[in-house]
């Protein structure tokens, strides 16, 4: 009943955070395409600033990690501010040239095009690394990049190119792989910084990824005397409406990254990959219906062959995980009878030696409080009953216990390897 209702709960917790991540980021998904297209105020100007989306949601991620930080952060040594200063450069760089592209192609394009990252992921790895990939994966690949490719070259319905404020899709299909580009060095960056801290935490990186973004746009919208933030500001005074939009989409990438972290936390990486893919398809299916973007028969095909490239990506990586996990698991029975042995043959040398001879020297009643590894009952399906102290001394003393026998105290009693090696 007990395992029934954990279940329960860790279903209803998977539920809230995909509804989390959704809602978050297809809002704002639509409140970025409302603010790049509409034209606000009764003089129907358009709010041509679109970097200065990026500085105001690394001032509000900013504000946001530090509270969380100070509310849910047990401490500890992360990482020092002063070490995301590179990640900074192209984490500012690369999402101001996703959004500038909004003003050359349509939303659905500009998610399609970023959907793509595994292109030059695996064309840097095969041309640079000499890294070989399987051929589903480069059927994947291909399914992905041939999708891109037939939307780009499908006519856009002259709606959607109204909408836009300088249409030109070469140069907007470009600034979204540039995005790609840069977004790989971060994630390259922020990979080798947790490697060299390993107590960094998800709080801790947004804290300082957003804290340099901050600078780095802040210099480069305030940093002269006609520089673009000054516009932006004026703008947002004239149009509150736009403010307001700005906000709420600053408000949205910040709630979203939360249900990241959580989903992350508790179900893994491998499930919210799964989740953000299918919300970027739900979000080409919003932007097409509710924002005026009408998609022909052949970009629709193209959309769906993009995601299904993904959906087999994700498969793959389902399939590779499952398969790591059955060669590890019987290697951790062997690792802790390997352990057992060890720390069986040590305290017979301590015997041998005279260096032992009476029961505080083990101080093996301490062994009953630690918690038994529940990976550990599993592992040998035994019971979590402590070891019987007495009668492993007494046989200890006596000179009775050989390496084998003990071994087979322990295992019986399926102690964890924390608590075997307490007895060397």
């Not at 690369?94 to 003003?103: D, Q, R, V």
């Not at 804290?211 to 520089?227: E, K, S, V």
């Not at 040590?346 to 590894?373: F, Q």
Request: charged share 15%.
């Amino acid at each position: 009943m007990e395992s029934h209702g954990a279940g329960l709960r860790r279903v209803l917790l998977l539920s809230v955070c995909v509804a989390g991540i959704w809602s978050a980021y297809i809002y704002q998904g639509v409140l970025q395409e409302t603010v790049s297209t509409k034209r606000f105020g009764p003089d129907k100007k358009r709010f041509e600033h679109l970097a200065f989306l990026n500085l105001a949601q690394n001032v509000f991620c900013l504000i946001w990690s530090f509270i969380m930080i100070k509310l849910w952060s047990n401490g500890g040594d992360g990482a020092p501010w002063w070490s995301y200063w590179s990640a900074g450069i192209t984490n500012t760089i690369g999402p101001a040239m996703g959004i500038e592209a909004l003003k050359y192609i349509s939303y659905p394009a500009q998610v399609l095009a970023k959907s793509s990252k595994m292109i030059p992921v695996m064309l840097m790895g095969a041309l640079v690394y000499g890294i070989r990939y399987t051929f589903p994966e480069y059927l994947c690949t291909l399914l992905v990049a041939g999708g891109v490719s037939m939307f780009a070259l499908s006519k856009t319905s002259s709606k959607t190119i109204s909408k836009l404020a300088h249409p030109n899709a070469p140069l907007g299909y470009g600034l979204c792989f540039l995005n790609l580009a840069f977004d790989g060095f971060t994630n390259a960056t922020q990979d080798s910084i947790t490697a060299r801290y390993p107590k960094t935490t998800a709080w801790n990186i947004m804290l300082g990824m957003n804290l340099w973004g901050t600078i780095y746009n802040m210099i480069f919208m305030f940093g002269w005397p006609n520089a673009s933030g000054f516009e932006a500001i004026q703008f947002c005074k004239q149009h509150p409406e736009a403010a307001w939009d700005i906000f709420l989409y600053c408000l949205c990438g910040a709630v979203g990254q939360n249900f990241i972290f959580l989903t992350i936390s508790r179900f893994g990486s491998l499930t919210n990959t799964t989740i953000t893919t299918t919300r970027k398809f739900v979000s080409i299916v919003v932007s097409s219906l509710l924002s005026g973007n009408p998609l022909s028969s052949k970009q629709w095909g193209s959309v769906v062959m993009v995601f299904s490239g993904l959906s087999y990506q994700i498969y793959l990586k389902w399939r590779k995980l499952q398969r790591m996990q059955r060669k590890k698991k019987p290697m951790g029975g062997k690792w802790v009878h390997w352990l057992v042995d060890l720390s069986a043959w040590l305290i017979k040398v301590r015997l041998i030696m005279g260096s032992v001879s009476s029961r505080d020297e083990y101080e093996l009643s301490s062994l009953n409080d630690i918690p038994i590894p529940n990976d550990i009952i599993d592992e040998f399906g035994g019971s979590t009953d402590p070891i019987d102290l007495d009668d492993v001394q007494e046989d200890v003393e006596t000179h009775t216990t050989t390496g084998s026998t003990l071994n087979e105290k322990l295992l019986n009693k399926k102690l964890g390897a924390g608590c075997i090696l307490s007895l060397c």
